[in-house]
């Protein structure tokens, strides 16, 4: 058998193609109802199968140009959706003259079950009043864009909401930051500043410049090894030049003063 697949989804033609092909059919496409209009034209069909939501022509409006066909009317048609599943689209597409109505994704069998049925199923007679054809046409459209704005909205709000938990962090990070280089700042300024009194001498103490006493806030003059012991906790002792001068002055003075042997 000949089929027509009409999708505007190149990877869902493939994946039929592939699928009915293997099961002896031949296989034709089309990007929309306006392709599969000109390949109906040129080309032997035998069946359509086709989805709904298309751009330029979708397949309701496919569907009701092949059924007012005058060469076309008699062939079985399938609609092959995952957008219009409700139950007034499929009456809607009983109504316009669909052979069969299947949600995707449907298993092989079922596909092919519904090629062979429609295969000996007479078409369903388009009413001849259009405009209630024309009608329900409207309100099946109306329904699918009111449900596709329902969708893009949870869709924003989805990705506000994943938006919003990626920010946080980012926030919080960008706040450490901030306060690290504000402590960095603080410490440069304190190490500008001390550096400053360094070089500027600003911290020397007054020293006697006879006895070498310093003297602190409250006018007391003290030893430098007395100001040192309290100020830094440190030991004092002699340089090896002043250790040996004083070595051997204490061992003259002890030579000097000690008894004479009878």
């Not at 399938?78 to 669909?98: C, K, L, N, P």
């Not at 052979?99 to 090629?115: D, E, F, V």
Request: glycine letters at 4%; charged letters at 25%.
């Amino acid at each position: 058998m000949n089929v027509l697949v009409v999708d505007d989804h190149a990877t869902n033609r493939k994946l039929l193609r592939a699928q009915l092909e293997a099961e002896g059919h031949a296989i034709l496409e089309a990007g929309d109802g306006v392709e599969a209009l000109a390949v109906l034209e040129r080309d032997e069909v035998e069946a359509i199968i086709s989805d709904i939501l298309m751009p330029n022509l979708d397949g309701f409006g496919l569907c009701l140009a092949v059924r007012k066909h005058e060469r076309l009317s008699g062939l079985p048609f399938v609609f092959y959706t995952s957008t219009y599943t409700s139950a007034a689209d499929m009456e809607f597409a009983r109504t316009i003259g669909a052979n069969r109505y299947l949600i995707k994704p449907a298993p092989m069998p079922a596909l092919i079950a519904a090629l062979r049925d429609a295969s000996f199923q007479a078409f369903l007679p388009v009413p001849p009043d259009e405009a209630v054809i024309l009608k329900q046409y409207n309100i099946a459209l109306k329904k699918k864009l009111e449900d596709k704005e329902i969708s893009l909205q949870e869709t924003v709000q989805k990705l506000e909401r994943a938006q919003e938990r990626i920010a946080e962090p980012h926030r919080i990070l960008e706040r450490k930051v901030d306060e690290r280089t504000a402590e960095l700042s603080r410490v440069k300024v304190e190490l500008r500043t001390a550096l400053t009194l360094v070089t500027q001498l600003s911290c020397l103490l007054p020293i006697c410049r006879c006895c070498k006493k310093i003297s602190e806030s409250n006018n007391c003059w003290q030893s430098v090894e007395h100001y040192v012991a309290r100020h830094a906790n440190a030991s004092h002792g002699f340089c090896p030049e002043c250790e040996v001068k004083h070595t051997v002055g204490l061992d003259k003075f002890i030579a000097a003063n000690s008894p004479v042997s009878p």
